[in-house]
């Protein structure tokens, strides 16, 4: 059987661990070649030597993804290596401070929406220019629940988020007759350095996580992954300004 994305160019931003680092390694697998974008530049070579190992094709690009000379040169180092880009993954993301919004602070609100916002908007923004040279595309940008109901304490990452949604659905209506989808995912909770370290912090929350979820425990980023996988393959041709929700039901109740 075909491969799903086979020879698919495909960029992955927050390559080096978690959601990213499970998807860049499932393109690879199902025959895309990945660029594998993050500003963690041993664990971005991680991810690619996983992937060599497994005799895929990849490459490591340091990125800010809230620099726009700097996604700039990571949609054109795929374009150079791979002859276009067919696969965009918006994924790069933080969680800004914990904190009320009186207490919260500025810089930090600042920072979770440049990288979380700002940083998917200039993906879509030079992604989609490269993709309009190159035949059309596929984005999908990492929403979350978070960005569909309020988590208290969540004020600067839950905007960052419902935005994303939104600039998706934005993207999507734009570029709808041009060969470009843009759909985005909204993971509940995940098992990744991220998470980890919340529950590290914080080990009173950890039985809360593990039973926010109506099917239980945390998703594991490969499930994550899969769902990126539809929407970036051609089985989702028609699938184009969704946030879809996997997270166990969570949304449901
Ligand atoms: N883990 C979850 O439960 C969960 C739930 C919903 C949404 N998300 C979202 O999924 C995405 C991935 O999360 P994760 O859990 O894998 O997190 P993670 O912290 O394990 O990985 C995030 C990656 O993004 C990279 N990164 C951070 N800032 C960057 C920047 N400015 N430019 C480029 N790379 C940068 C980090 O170096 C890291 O490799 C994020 O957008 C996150 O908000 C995660």
Known sequence: MRNLVDGKATVVTGGAQGIGEATALRFAEEGADVVVADVDEEGGHGTVDAIEDAGGSAVFVETDVSEAAEVQTMITRCVEEFGGIDVLFNNAGIDGPLENIVEYDEDGFDRVIDVNLKGVWLGLKYGIEAMLADGGGSIISTSSIGGQVAVPEYSGYGASKAGVSLITKSAALEFATEGIRANAIAPGLVETPMVNDIMEENPEMEEQFRNMEPMGGLAQ????????????SDLASRVTGHTLAVEGGYLSQ
Do not use: M, T, Y
């Not at 980023?221 to 970036?232: D, H, R």
């Open 221 to 232: 980023p490969k499930e994550i992954a899969n769902s990126v996988l539809f929407l970036g």
